[in-house]
């Protein structure tokens, strides 16, 4: 199949904060020309000890079951890749280790949803806390860096998403130089990031990360990436992509990567032109 459009952030009902079904997402992917898919439902990584509700192998297990029902309706119509978004891996990261050699995973995304186990977007933003908890954020996001179990860093630069939403800035400046550390340590271990396209349709009213930082990634020497909507419905699969694809131009990156058993095996050359496979 000639990949020309591809999708590499989708939930679906197995992850908690999602309800439509794998099956439901992979239609809206097909109606929407979709070529390729990669489903990143949550797997979230605790601290102290804290027990999950949701998050143990059953839940893995779950998912590959249903992918496999997908790709069987849907072969030959849509590429479904398997994928997870781990949620802070490196603060479990004997467990995290044990799950990515266990299962087959074609693509991997490294986040940073939460901070001593609380959701980012349930922390009190005001004048006296905002620049303490983006600290925390891009520490933790160069705790994730020097970890390097993913294949890409997704949406880096999230903490404007709930910062933005307060009426406060993205603290970028603030943090320019941890944020090239963390880049710089993204390009060492060969890994990716992504460019999420769900800000632009939320409070921070830009992508994930901003044109700046994909220049300075660019600037730094970094090569893979991918685009992802983060879609949690069907209408949101490949929402703003356009202006993602501007973006990619305006920082000076020509291809998109794709990946296989987490593995780059492929681009979408010039972002709308024909794929190069490099198996």
């Not at 009902?13 to 979709?34: F, L």
């Not at 983006?134 to 294949?151: H, I, M, P």
């Not at 880096?156 to 944020?179: A, P, V």
């Not at 490949?238 to 593995?263: K, M, P, T, V």
């Amino acid at each position: 199949m000639e990949i020309r459009k591809a999708d590499y952030h989708i939930h679906s009902s197995i992850s908690p904060d999602a309800k439509v079904s794998m099956e439901e997402m992979c239609e809206g992917a097909y109606h929407r020309e979709c070529d390729e898919i990669v489903f990143t439902d949550h797997y979230e990584f605790y601290s102290q000890n804290y027990k999950s509700l949701y998050f143990y192998e059953e839940y893995i297990q779950h998912y590959f079951k249903k992918l496999a029902e997908c790709r069987e309706k849907f072969f030959g119509k849509l590429c479904i890749k398997s994928g997870m978004e781990f949620g802070q891996p490196h603060l479990e990261a004997e467990k995290a280790l044990k799950l990515v050699k266990k299962y087959p995973f074609d693509y991997l995304i490294g986040s940073v949803h939460k901070l001593d186990n609380v959701d980012l977007e349930k922390m009190e933003y005001n004048q006296d806390t905002v620049h303490e908890i983006a600290d925390r954020y891009y520490q933790e996001l160069l705790k994730l860096s020097r970890w390097g179990e993913f294949d890409c860093m997704g949406h880096l630069d999230f903490f404007k998403r709930h910062s933005k939403r307060q009426g406060f800035s993205d603290e970028y400046e603030q943090h320019e130089g941890i944020i090239r550390k963390i880049l710089t340590n993204v390009i060492d271990r060969g890994k990716g990031i992504e460019l999420n396209t769900s800000g632009i349709r939320q409070e921070a009213g830009e992508a994930m990360p901003s044109l700046t930082i994909l220049k300075i990634y660019r600037e730094l020497g970094g090569t893979i990436i991918t685009v992802g909507s983060d879609a949690h419905k069907p209408q949101d699969i490949r929402a703003d992509f356009d202006q993602a694809y501007e973006l990619l131009n305006l920082a000076g990156f020509g291809e998109i990567s794709l990946f296989e058993q987490r593995r780059v095996v492929g681009s979408i050359k010039g972002v709308t032109g024909k794929i190069r496979i490099n198996y």
